[in-house]
């Protein structure tokens, strides 16, 4: 009987122990996969954020261009071509960002992010007009949002 209860005892211990220790590893893959998820949503709002700030230097070229009775008309085409692969590449990374969250909060500054650079030079709007001062407004609302964007992100990435 006592070689019984201790072989009793030795299996509930055994599978107890492989209990916990299953417990254990799906925790530790749980807490693996989301640190991956969380990197990712980094990497997508830094990628963002970069082609945001990419894109408004294209923007500001051709304010500048605008501006420069020298441009000729390659260099404003030039220009113009450049801001539209770098809006491509916004649109990119917004879409990424989308695919990896559904953060309402952190999708909504990167919403309003990407409407800041876009309003940076608005379409159809003849550069000639927009003076410096108007400039440099716009690119401070757009440097602003883009904070909007990291800090959403951290808040997101630190719960």
Not at 104 to 131: M, N, P
């Amino acid at each position: 009987m006592e070689i019984a209860l201790a072989g009793l005892l030795a299996l509930a211990g055994t599978v107890t122990g492989s209990l916990l220790q299953q417990h254990a590893d799906r925790h530790r893959i749980r807490a693996a996969e989301q640190a991956a998820h969380r990197q990712a949503v980094r990497e997508a709002v830094v990628a963002l954020v970069s082609a945001l700030s990419t894109h408004r230097g294209h923007l500001y070229r051709r304010w500048e261009l605008a501006r420069d009775d020298a441009a000729t008309g390659e260099q404003t085409e030039e220009a113009r071509l450049a801001g539209r692969a770098t809006r491509g590449a916004v649109t990119a990374a917004l879409y990424r960002l989308r695919v990896l969250t559904r953060d309402d909060v952190l999708l909504s500054a990167a919403t309003t992010a990407v409407g800041a650079a876009y309003a940076v030079k608005a379409r159809g709007e003849d550069l000639t007009q927009v003076t410096a001062a108007d400039m440099e407004r716009r690119y401070q609302r757009a440097v602003g949002a883009d904070d909007a964007v990291l800090a959403a992100c951290v808040r997101h990435c630190n719960r």
